[in-house]
Structure formats: structure tokens, C-alpha cells
């Protein structure tokens, strides 16, 4: 099989799948290949915090040309995985001289699909591209064809919980992805102190007590193939369940604007979590450091593309208050605005290059240390820095 992700989180997607207990783990271009049964596959989907989609490879062949592709496609036993009475949808990937279109390499499996049960059945299933039964996902290479089944059916990203979210609110694999790099013990106090609509905070929260991040989710692709066993799924998913503990250390944010704090109270209310996690509405500019314990802060800021005023002032404002009221704290601030973080005033320690959307950012990590304005150079670089 193989799992999809972002940019840069290959490695930790890889270190997930083999604590998972996943075989022959290869990280690949925003992707990461490993070997697991149907039993890992469900367990996959429930647990992985930085995968996309969990792709099953079901058939390669090469083509040299349209007729080819059609012809191997067409006597490929599809209703091994369908039925005419079911809905399916095809995305595609193409990439070569040959074929170079994707719409219309999806367009001429969906002919090679139907013109084959039409044959054999004399009806035929319906295309449905927004929520189908079965989502095929064919990749092309110059003459090498991937066809696989989609097991996750929507992003996995979409973890149930949001029901509220800010303008452009961070993608929640992404942000999970960004905890992890960021070093986390997961016993330290985490604090978000500009939380918008709660999703640092959720999905620091599900990591700190163990809970598999897509138990809330509707439905997943693979309850509508043939082969689909609850009993194993449901055994899997309690399992998982009875291994959540309690956090160790807090877990809590706050934000401006009142808008934000009902968002991520309701969020985190969807998810469960109001017994671990504190929202407030308050103005980081005004705040200070709760306790003496040490702190690990992370936010994703505004990069300056809706922002009235002075980003450049904003970001100065960050560093000051970070220097003058958060002593022992690990801050880490995601930003795609590269010079504005100049004025922060404080020099990163840590630069990981990452995409937030199409929108290329870093995430920048400033350690604040008792008595001192300066930054503590890193001696050693980290595993996971690009």
C-alpha cells in the first residue's frame, strides 16, 4: 500500500507507519510506501496523524498508447470490485509524452469501466464524483500504469470534528504534521495563543492521549468494498480506544477574538476533549507566561494577506513579548512571510521548510531561556529539518 501526505512530513509519516507496526517502510515524494493485510489497513486509516490517503495497489501494466491503456483496462476484472448498482469516481495522474492529460486518461477508464459491465451485464454503474461508492485512483508515467483503490474515500484530513472553522483554517493532517516536527514531548505544557478555531490544540490533545485521530470520522472508503469486515474493524477501533490515557501536562489557548474562542470551544467539543483543553479569550500581546513549569508554544500567526495594519509591527510585538514574558518556552511559529519574521527580533534556531496550501512557509523554532534575550544555538540538527 501506500500512504500520501505533505511535503516534508515523509519522514514522520514513516516513523508513524513503523510504530504502527507497518512492513517494508519506503518514504517516497510526498509519499511513503509500506506492506501491511487488511487488518493494518483499517488500523492505518484510524491512527495515521500525517497521512492523506491510504492507497491499495490492485494493478500494473504498461501502456504505449490510448488503445493500449483502454484495452488492458477493459479486461480487467472489475466486478471483482464493483457492482453496476454502485457509484465509483476516477482521479488520475499523469505525467509522460504519451499521456499528459489527466481528465482524459480518467475519462477513458471510465469508458473501458462501463463498456465492460455493459457487456457482461447489460447495465452498467453511475459515475459520481463527489461521493462515490468506489474511488479508483490511476497513475501514469511515461508508459507505467498504477491503478489502486482509494481506502480512505475522503481526505483523511476531514477528522469529524470541525463544524466551525476561521477564513483559510490550517489543514488538520498539516497540523499535526507541524506538532510532530516540532519536537513535542507530549509532557509539557502546550499552548496555542492564537488558537482560531482550535485545531493546534485538538490535535495536540488526541496525540497527548493516545486517541486515533479519525475514530469521529462518518465513513470510510473501504466499508463500501466487497470484502468489508465491521466485526475486524470495530474490534480494531475498540482496541485503539482502550489504550487512551490522560494528558500529563496542559493543554491550552487563547485568543482575541470572541468569534475564534466560540469556534474552538465547539470544536473541541465535537471532538470530545473539553475535560483537557482550555480556550480563553485574552490578547497575547497583554499576556505572560502561566507558571514557572516549561512552556512549549506553538501558533501559526497571520502571514499579512488579510491582515489590516502593519504585519512587520505585529511580528515585532510577537518577539518582544515572547523575550520579556515567556521564559523557558519553545516557540514555534509557522509563517510564509519571510520577512516579516525578521522582525521578530530573535534568531531561529531551527528553519523547516513546508507548504501551508500552495503557499510555501517555514516553521520557526525560537527557545526563550531564563535570563537571557539571546537564542541558544542548536548543536545538533534534528532528524526531521529540511
Excluded at 476531514?158 to 504534521?177: D, K, W
Excluded at 511580528?315 to 521564559?327: E, H, I
Aim: hydrophobic content about 35%.
Amino acid at each position: 500500500m501506500l500512504a500520501k501526505t505533505f511535503y516534508g512530513m515523509e519522514k514522520i509519516l514513516a516513523i508513524e507507519l513503523k510504530q504502527l507496526g507497518a512492513r517494508d517502510v519506503c518514504e517516497g515524494n510526498r509519499l511513503v510506501h509500506f506492506t501491511g493485510d487488511k487488518g493494518f489497513m483499517y488500523k492505518a486509516n484510524l491512527c495515521l496523524r500525517t497521512a492523506l490517503k491510504i492507497l491499495k495497489p490492485i494493478f500494473q501494466f504498461r501502456a504505449e498508447n490510448e488503445g493500449v491503456l483502454y484495452d488492458k483496462l477493459y479486461h480487467y476484472d472489475w466486478s471483482s470490485l464493483l457492482s453496476s448498482d454502485q457509484t465509483f469516481a476516477i482521479d488520475s495522474v499523469v505525467n509522460g509524452k504519451v499521456f499528459n492529460h489527466s481528465l482524459y486518461v480518467a475519462q477513458r477508464c471510465k469508458d473501458a469501466i462501463v463498456d465492460r459491465f455493459h457487456k457482461d451485464h447489460g447495465k452498467r454503474p453511475t459515475v459520481d464524483t463527489k461521493h462515490p461508492d468506489i474511488r479508483f485512483h490511476l497513475h501514469i508515467f511515461n508508459q507505467k500504469c498504477s491503478l489502486s483503490l482509494d481506502s480512505s474515500g475522503d481526505s483523511l484530513h476531514y477528522r469529524g470534528y470541525r463544524s466551525l472553522t476561521n477564513i483559510a483554517p490550517i489543514n488538520e493532517v498539516l497540523a499535526a504534521g507541524i506538532i510532530m516536527l516540532s519536537d513535542w514531548d507530549q509532557r509539557r505544557d502546550f499552548m496555542d495563543p492564537m488558537c482560531g478555531s482550535g485545531t493546534f490544540l485538538i490535535e495536540a490533545a488526541m496525540m497527548a492521549c493516545k486517541i486515533p485521530v479519525n475514530h469521529n470520522r462518518n465513513v470510510f472508503g473501504f466499508e463500501k468494498w466487497k470484502d468489508w469486515d465491521n466485526i475486524l474493524f470495530n474490534k480494531i477501533k475498540d482496541s485503539k480506544l482502550n489504550s487512551v490515557v490522560s494528558p500529563v501536562g496542559k493543554i491550552y489557548g487563547f485568543d482575541k477574538a470572541p468569534s475564534a474562542i466560540e469556534k474552538s470551544t465547539t470544536n473541541i467539543k465535537n471532538a470530545g476533549l473539553e475535560d483537557f483543553i482550555q480556550v480563553n479569550r485574552a490578547n497575547f500581546f497583554n499576556s505572560q507566561k502561566m507558571g514557572d513549569t516549561p512552556l512549549h508554544l506553538l501558533t501559526n500567526p497571520p502571514y499579512g494577506e488579510r491582515l489590516r495594519g502593519d504585519i512587520n509591527t505585529l511580528y515585532r510585538k510577537f518577539g518582544d513579548v515572547l523575550k520579556r514574558s515567556y521564559p523557558e518556552t519553545e516557540a514555534w511559529i509557522i509563517s510564509s512571510n519571510f520577512e516579516a519574521i525578521k522582525s521578530f527580533g530573535l534568531r531561529p534556531s531551527r528553519k523547516i521548510k513546508l507548504f501551508n496550501g500552495k503557499l510555501e512557509t517555514r516553521l520557526y523554532n525560537f527557545p526563550i531561556y531564563e535570563g537571557t534575550k539571546k537564542i541558544h544555538k542548536v548543536k545538533n540538527q534534528k532528524p526531521f529539518e529540511n
